[in-house]
């Protein structure tokens, strides 16, 4: 009996991994779809309208496409760093997933390090765009790979310490416990701003970024710093297409293009989700209870949590995609000043502000 | 053998192998990846011994700051050097190589003679810590804090000061040179 146990034990656990990778997948199906209709509706366009009705069937078609392509490694290229590289950048990123949340009792892998879990895990991605760069043997590719890595080694100080500061008011690492803290599940009292007990109320003003106003401004450092580190505009001089061709990804091909895009996309919706559960309230309803109208109560559960995590996910994902195609792309020196002399200071002075607020009100 | 076990045994077999190919390695650039592996089980070997702390700070220090930088430096090189780094003898053990082997084999049997004297299992801490042990679901952060403000305060505080040191003078050297 104990071996059978175990063994649903394992199969549980790889079936969670196959859903999560099949999740990541699908996203990124719809995330190209997404970005190529928000863009054509930014820039007065249609966008794609040809493969099945309003072009949905685009994306499908484009992996089909990229599946049948050949395999080109350059002559010159280092063939073992060229060909690990996309599995590395797209294995650090999922693997991000298995600390996160989905519902007040639905997590991969609880553990008590989950924050740390995934800042960590992150990080590893900067090695795989350097193999990437390396392996390439090409100019353009270098070049793209080391802007990349100063740029996400930059930023992420501003973003640890706007994280540290969400910490310090859940006094938390497991990022289960600090959704359940911002919503009517905790068993803590909660301060709308400081004042307001929100216990029973929940919803929105229970979210971390309202009960402790300054988390807005840490949030707003968070999801600049998150943008920058998934290479996106306006943060995108890793692959800016007047200077280097396409960056670091210039010499893949077929299916390997594609783990590379996989890991982008996957990546913009871990960083979404990893600030959605540190900032905007995880899994928990946006509705509050308003006297015997107990909205938060009945818009809580299993179900409901995967509803509200996906829908504010998406809509930080579809904010990351407007800024993309609204704002020009930042000077390498813009973008350092901005990380070292107005990010990381105004992430300091939040991390200050989150001690005196968990000291004197909270 | 039970499965963490022989998870265990295969994490050990990948550090060790992995830093074996580090030093033995003529390329490298490839042996500065192949220590990225050996890094990252290291890290895997830490969580088994219930250190996720740990782990996690070896992620995010020697993964995400040390070895980046590494290869920064490497790739910055040029490339002509880094494939033909001097002609050297092609024989596994040279004459020239023979001090470094008496250094390095002394220091193994130096190495093991400490520990043989040492008697791990006799010693009074260990044999009187049998029922203080870690479970796997322990929250280790806790601990680490307040040792860190407590006991260790000072320490602590001497590596802060030593690391805004190294801060401010990386940051001496990258500024301009002010014309006069």
């Given at each position: 009996m104990a071996q059978i146990s175990e063994l649903n034990f394992f199969v549980t656990y790889i079936?969670?991994?196959?859903?999560?990778?099949?999740f990541t997948a699908l996203f990124a199906l719809f995330a190209v779809y997404a970005e190529r209709k928000v863009s054509a509706f930014i820039q007065d366009r249609l966008g794609p309208m040809e493969t099945g009705k309003f072009g949905s069937l685009q994306t499908l078609a484009d992996i089909l496409k990229m599946l049948q392509k050949e395999f080109i490694i350059p002559r010159a290229a280092d063939k073992v760093l060229f060909v690990v590289a996309p599995v590395i950048i797209f294995i650090s990123v999922y693997m991000g997933?298995?600390?996160?949340?989905?519902?007040?009792?639905?997590?991969?892998?609880?553990?008590?390090?989950?924050?740390?879990?995934?800042?960590a895990i992150v990080s590893v991605e900067s090695v795989g765009i350097l193999m990437a760069g390396w392996g390439s043997n090409?100019?353009?590719?270098?070049?793209?790979?080391?802007r990349s890595v100063a740029q996400v080694v930059s930023y992420e100080i501003p973003a640890g310490i706007a994280i540290i500061s969400a910490v310090m008011i859940s006094q938390s690492l497991d990022l289960q416990e600090v959704s359940r803290l911002q919503g009517i599940l905790t068993d803590q009292t909660t301060k709308f701003f400081g004042f307001w007990d929100v216990t029973k109320v929940g919803g929105i003003f229970a979210w971390n970024i309202f009960q402790a106003p300054h988390l807005i401004i840490a949030y707003v450092i968070y999801f600049i710093a998150?943008?920058?580190?998934?290479?996106?505009?306006?943060?995108?001089?890793?692959?800016?297409?007047?200077?280097?061709?396409?960056?670091f990804h210039t010499e893949y091909t077929g299916i390997r293009f594609a783990f590379v895009f996989l890991g982008e996309y996957s990546m913009m919706f871990l960083v979404g989700m990893f600030g959605v559960l540190l900032f905007l309230?995880?899994?928990?309803?946006?509705?509050?209870?308003?006297?015997?109208?107990?909205?938060?109560?009945?818009?809580?559960?299993?179900?409901?949590?995967?509803?509200?995590?996906?829908?504010?996910?998406?809509?930080?994902?579809?904010?990351?995609?407007w800024i993309r195609w609204t704002l020009p792309r930042l000077r390498v020196d813009q973008l350092m000043d901005l990380c070292w002399k107005v990010l990381t200071p105004l992430a300091f002075l939040c991390m200050l502000i989150s001690g005196v607020w968990r000291l004197l009100v909270m | 053998m039970n499965l963490e076990q022989v998870v265990f045994y295969v994490f050990a077999a990948v550090?060790?192998?992995?830093a074996l190919l580090v030093v033995v390695s003529r390329n490298l650039v490839r042996s500065i990846f192949l220590f990225f592996i050996t890094l990252f089980s290291m890290a895997g070997v830490f969580v088994f011994a219930l250190a996720d702390f740990v782990a996690l700070t070896q992620l995010v220090i020697y993964v995400g700051g040390v070895l980046v930088l590494m290869i920064f430096a490497f790739l910055?090189?040029?490339?002509?050097?880094?494939?033909?780094?001097?002609?050297?003898?092609?024989?596994?053990?040279?004459?020239?190589?023979?001090?470094?082997?008496?250094v390095a084999f002394l220091f193994f049997g130096i190495l093991l003679w400490c520990i043989s004297l040492a008697q791990i299992d006799q010693l009074a801490w260990i044999q009187g810590s049998a029922g203080n042990t870690l479970e796997v679901t322990d929250n280790t952060i806790h601990n680490i804090g307040i040792t860190l403000m407590t006991k260790y305060l000072l320490p602590f505080e001497v590596v802060s000061i030593f690391l805004l040191m190294a801060l401010v003078g990386a940051a001496h050297l990258a500024r301009k040179e002010r014309k006069p």
């Open positions: 079936l969670v991994a196959i859903l999560l990778f099949s997933f298995a600390s996160l949340p989905w519902a007040p009792d639905l997590i991969p892998s609880k553990i008590n390090l989950g924050v740390f879990y995934v800042f090409n100019k353009y590719s270098l070049l793209g790979a080391l998150s943008l920058a580190e998934c290479n996106r505009a306006p943060f995108d001089i890793p692959e800016a297409e007047s200077e280097l061709v396409s960056g309230g995880g899994w928990n309803t946006p509705l509050p209870n308003i006297g015997s109208v107990t909205l938060a109560d009945w818009t809580t559960g299993t179900a409901w949590g995967i509803i509200w995590i996906v829908a504010k996910v998406l809509l930080v994902v579809f904010v990351q995609m | 550090v060790l192998s992995s910055l090189s040029n490339k002509h050097i880094l494939d033909n780094p001097e002609s050297l003898k092609t024989k596994l053990f040279g004459f020239h190589n023979l001090p470094a082997i008496l």
